[in-house]
Structure formats: C-alpha cells, structure tokens
C-alpha cells in the first residue's frame, strides 16, 4: 500500500466536500479529495439541480394550458419528447459536473477515486472500487484535518426496495424509464411536494399521502395551507394524517391486476392500503410509487470507530463545537448531511459549512453557520420559500408577535400570474421589533427570498425594510406592502 501526506483529506465530493476542498485550496492548502462516484454528489447529479431542470420543463408545459386557457393564445400541447427532455437535463448535469472538476483542478486539490475509510484521527486508506488484494489501495496522513462529508441517501421501506421503474426514491424517479399515468407519493416534505408537482404537470393522476396533519409540516402553517389548497386546485389528491398501511407490486400477469391496469393504462404497477385521517381506509392503485420519506446519513464503512468517533441514535455525526463544525476527536470535522440539526441537510447549508471548516483548517477567524437564516425552498408550483421562525415557533420561543399577510393577488403582478400565493412576515411586537421570519408562496418565490433572508440575518425592523422602495409591478413589492403595513404605514392594505 502506498504512503502519502497531505494537508487536509477531504471524504466525500458533494457540495459540503468540493466546496471545502476549493476553499481550503485557495487558502493555499494541500488538498486531497476523495470521492467514490462523481465529484458533485447527490445535489449535482441525481437531487437539486436535475430536479430543478426537470421542474422548469414542467413550468413549460404549464405555460402550454395557462397561455390557451386563460389568455387566449391557441396554443396546443402535442406532447412531451422524453428522450429530448431527458438530454437536455443531462447536458446541463454534465455541464456542471465539468465546471466542478475544472475548479478542482485548476485549485490544485488532488482528486483521488476510491472508497475512503478512517484507519485514525489523522489516517485514511483509499480503495479503488476495481482492484483486488492489495493493488489500488492507498493510505494518506493529513497534517491538519480530516473532513467527513459522505452525504446521505434516500430513506426505504422494508418490502418495498427501489426497482427504479414501479418503486423509485429521489434518487432514480426522474431517471425511471418514461412518463407514468399515475403515480402515488409517499411523503408530504418539499422533495415529495416537488415531485408529484412535476408529474402532475407532465399529465400524472398524483396522489400525495403525508402522515403528518399538514404537508412540509416544517414550515409556517399559513404556507402548508395556501400550498395545499394550491395543489388541490391543480387537480392533486392530497391526503394528510394518513397512513399507509402496506403497499405490494402487482403484476399484468396477474387477475388481480385489472384494477391497477384501469388506473394506468396497462402495466404492473403498486396497490396500497392508505388509512386517512377522516374516512374509510382506502387502496390507491398507481403505476409509480415514489417514496419521499427522508433521507439518512451515510457513514457504512467509514470506519468511524477507529478514529474515536460514533454517531448518534439516528445516525449522525455530531459535532462538538457547533461553531467550528469539529467533532470531539481534534482535527476531525464534518459538513453536509451527517451534521444532525440545527444543520438544515440543503446544498447551499453545505457550501456555508465548507467555507466554514477550510477556513478553521487553515487558521483563520470564520463566523459560525447562522442556521435560522439560511432559506428553504420548495420547488413545486407554486413554489414556497421561508427563512427564519414561523409565527408558531416564535410564539413558542416566548416572542410577543406582530405577523402579518399579504395576498399576491393584492398586487397587479400577482394578478397577471394568476397563481395566488402570499408573503407573511413574522416580526417582534413593537416600533423595533426584529422580523424574525419571512413567508412566501407563490410563482418564482425562490427568487425573492434573499431580500428576506438579510433581513432576518441583520436584525432588521419592519419600518427598516418599508423605507426601501420595490419596484412596481412585480411580485417583491408584495414584501415591501407587508412590511409598511407593519411599520404602520400600509398603503394598499391596513393592519
């Protein structure tokens, strides 16, 4: 086995990895960086940004009905070239991925390909997925630091393990071949959300199946309700407090497969057995069954116990000092998905706490992860965005609240997109008070949400936010309206 030192070994090359290793390297680190797959990991290549492209196609097709339907434009849809869609999404993947090892490796970080595991605090041996015996493995001392950031993956349901056609998780639905006619979705988050938002905008029967009473049950219940009422509307069956019972594959072959074959149109499918919270249980036949029911961290064969280090009852790996993000054994760090809350498991969370660690590593003051103002951001249509507290978590946090909403409707451009959706701010009672948490739901609210986000960041009041003018007509002069209505100054609306 070959011997080799470095600085800093960076285990993993999602967004919390590559983004350590790049800064580490600017900071004039020796850098080695090794990942098993594809440098990018789960957001680049099978979660956020395939996902996202994915979504604006289904923004297209929508556009398709609300240009005929509403705006007289005599516009037909003939219909959705898979294999076209599917390119496209691919270039821009590949794209990324190119850009990403580009960046490496005009940083200087060595990448090396292989399966990392910890033989120490400072030791890791590195085997290449193809050798046998002895041949491919490598062992690396780091001088300063190790970094975990080896991800996560998608939660399973005993019995029911992905095909990647008729059970698929986030990982493979938008890689399972072709376009279902009806697809059932087990989990009620924001990646269960996104996905039956997009198959139903591809012509999908969806329906949505959450245990907890509201969908993204995380956020604000104003956004869960105006959500709900919003996916309802486009024609998605959504069922909360509900419980699935069991769920088995049927086969075509079989007589018992009639009644999945009248719901898709042909083809083994899924039926389950679905308890709601109100009424008779049910059985949903579907030809998909995409489960969304979060995600653990992975951490199998790391080899965590030779290096002083074991995670907790759900599988994370804590850090000892939340403000450095290092972990009890020195020298040892972690980012990403195995960090357990108050880190938020999202890719721009990670690039934070990438910053964050290299820069720890390399001896440099670095401001703490501010968790409460990093924003979440559902991509479905329409889309909710919040950042900070909602107005029960500020309650609970014995905050006296001044929470105010403000329909988009209420706004010309809110109008012309004719989507409803809303802003609701959340703010400390008083002239002074800070806005602790800021709303949205509505079309391209993703984009509007850093406005909020520095506000909530920077202790802003309401009447901080209202001296600033948005410009009109567009959708963020909702936030401004919410807040002149806040610092008492409504001008379209009256607390």
């Not at 009905?65 to 959705?80: F, Q, Y």
Request: hydrophobic share 40%.
């Amino acid at each position: 086995m070959s011997e080799n030192s470095t600085d800093v070994i960076v285990i993993g090359g999602g967004t919390g990895g590559y983004s350590t290793a790049l800064r580490a390297a600017h900071l004039g680190l020796d850098v080695t960086l090794v990942e098993r797959d594809l440098v990018g990991g789960t957001c680049l290549h099978r979660g956020c940004v395939p996902s996202k492209a994915m979504l604006h196609a289904a923004e297209l097709v929508d556009g398709v009905a609300e240009a005929r339907e509403r705006w007289g434009v005599k516009a037909t849809l003939e219909g959705v070239d898979w294999p076209a869609l599917t390119a496209t999404r691919d270039d821009i993947v590949s794209r990324n991925h190119r850009g990403v090892e580009g960046q490496l490796s005009r940083a200087g970080v060595t990448v090396v390909r292989g399966t990392a595991t910890l033989t120490g605090p400072r030791g890791v041996r590195v085997t290449d997925a193809g050798s046998t015996g002895g041949a491919g493995v490598q062992g690396w001392t780091a001088r300063r630091g190790i970094v975990l950031a080896t991800g996560s993956r998608p939660r399973t349901l005993p019995g029911l393990e992905p095909d990647g056609q008729h059970v698929v998780t986030s990982d493979d639905a938008l890689f399972a071949p072709g376009l279902p006619k009806s697809v059932l979705v087990l989990g009620g988050g924001a990646i269960g959300v996104e996905y039956a938002s997009f198959h139903r905008s591809m012509g999908a029967e969806v329906t949505l199946v959450e245990a907890a009473e509201r969908l993204l049950p995380l956020e604000d219940e104003d956004v869960s309700r105006q959500l709900t009422r919003a996916l309802k509307k486009r024609g998605i069956t959504v069922l909360t407090g509900a419980r699935m019972l069991d769920a088995h594959r049927v086969d075509a072959r079989r007589a018992d497969a009639r009644r999945v074959d009248a719901a898709t149109g042909g083809g083994p499918g899924i039926e389950a057995r679905v308890r709601p919270a109100r009424g008779a249980e049910t059985v949903i036949a579907a030809e998909r069954l995409l489960v969304a029911v979060g995600r653990v961290p992975v951490t199998d064969g790391l080899g965590l116990a030779a290096a002083g280090l074991t995670t907790d009852a759900r599988g994370y790996v804590p850090p000892a000092d939340l403000s450095t993000l290092s972990t009890a054994v020195p020298g040892l760090h972690v980012v990403g998905d195995l960090l357990p809350p108050p880190s938020l498991g999202l890719a721009h969370a990670s690039f934070a706490e990438g910053l964050l660690v290299a820069e720890t590593l390399a001896g440099l003051p670095s401001r703490p992860v501010d968790y409460a103002a990093v924003p979440r951001v559902t991509y479905s249509s329409p889309q909710t965005a919040s950042v900070g507290l909602s107005e029960a978590e500020a309650r609970a946090a014995g905050y006296e609240v001044a929470a105010n909403v403000m329909p988009l409707t209420a706004t010309a451009k809110g109008m012309v997109h004719g989507q409803g959706g809303m802003v609701k701010a959340v703010a400390e009672r008083g002239a002074q008070g800070r806005v602790l948490g800021v709303h949205l739901v509505g079309p391209h609210v993703s984009e509007m949400i850093a406005e909020s986000q520095l506000a909530v960041a920077w202790d802003a009041s309401p009447a901080d936010i209202a001296q600033h003018v948005h410009p009109h007509p567009t959708l963020s002069e909702a936030v401004g309206e919410t807040f002149l209505t806040l610092a008492g100054r409504g001008l379209h609306q009256h607390a």
